[in-house]
């Protein structure tokens, strides 16, 4: 998109609103910023200025790989809902608290095994580590478009087709797909058994 840092802001603000407006979960609320930055590592910060409409989300500096391993040594717990220690963590990688601890201060990085290892402990994918925070948001609500849904022009058929899509899910969703499904393609037979 062409324009300005506080347009583009501005249209990054009003696509986030249409996709908590339009996907949740059938039958409960919409999702709250806190729950969709738990999910994504995205800092509830950066998506409160996003949803705000302010361009100063993207001053927002350093390497998203240490924000998103502090994020989630902050919001995760383990399976016996004890939250993870960096010593912990570090022995379930085979490392000292030292290793972990440089991860942490940008001293060192991870080798890709070690990597997998930190997704494992922490139940997420190796994307959680290196989106940015419009394609983290992108993958969470299921945008195939991708960050580029946030910045295109309306106009845009991409856009347009994204936001037929959701329209659509969120029907279904709320509808139930038979009810929908049956306007389509008339009334639905029932089972037999």
């Given at each position: 998109?062409?324009?300005?840092?506080?347009?583009?802001?501005?249209?990054?603000?009003?696509?986030?609103?249409?996709?908590?407006?339009?996907?949740?979960?059938?039958?409960?609320?919409?999702?709250?910023?806190?729950?969709?930055?738990?999910?994504?590592?995205?800092?509830?910060?950066?998506?409160?200025?996003?949803?705000?409409?302010?361009?100063?989300?993207?001053?927002?500096?350093?390497?998203?790989?240490?924000?998103?391993?502090?994020?989630?040594?902050?919001?995760?717990?383990?399976?016996?809902?004890?939250?993870?220690?960096?010593?912990?963590?570090?022995?379930?990688?085979?490392?000292?608290?030292?290793?972990?601890?440089?991860?942490?201060?940008?001293?060192?990085?991870?080798?890709?095994?070690?990597?997998?290892?930190?997704?494992?402990?922490?139940?997420?994918?190796?994307?959680?580590?290196?989106?940015?925070?419009?394609?983290?948001?992108?993958r969470h609500f299921?945008?195939?478009?991708?960050?580029?849904?946030?910045?295109?022009?309306?106009?845009?058929?991409?856009?347009?087709?994204?936001?037929?899509?959701?329209?659509?899910?969120?029907?279904?969703?709320?509808?139930?797909?038979?009810?929908?499904l049956s306007r389509?393609?008339?009334?639905?037979?029932?089972?037999?058994?």
């Amino acid at each position: 998109m062409s324009g300005t840092g506080d347009q583009r802001a501005l249209l990054i603000s009003e696509r986030l609103d249409f996709l908590f407006t339009h996907i949740f979960p059938r039958g409960s609320e919409p999702q709250s910023n806190a729950a969709v930055s738990h999910t994504t590592g995205v800092p509830l910060d950066v998506l409160q200025a996003l949803r705000a409409g302010d361009p100063a989300w993207e001053a927002v500096e350093g390497d998203p790989f240490i924000g998103r391993l502090g994020h989630l040594l902050k919001t995760r717990t383990t399976d016996e809902g004890r939250p993870h220690t960096q010593t912990d963590v570090a022995r379930a990688c085979g490392k000292s608290r030292m290793w972990l601890y440089n991860l942490l201060e940008g001293k060192s990085k991870p080798s890709l095994e070690s990597t997998k290892l930190l997704c494992k402990i922490f139940k997420v994918d190796p994307s959680f580590f290196t989106d940015d925070p419009l394609e983290a948001l992108a993958r969470h609500f299921g945008i195939e478009a991708g960050p580029a849904f946030f910045t295109l022009p309306d106009t845009d058929a991409l856009v347009q087709e994204t936001k037929d899509q959701v329209e659509l899910v969120a029907l279904l969703r709320e509808a139930g797909a038979p009810a929908v499904l049956s306007r389509y393609l008339g009334t639905l037979p029932e089972s037999r058994d």
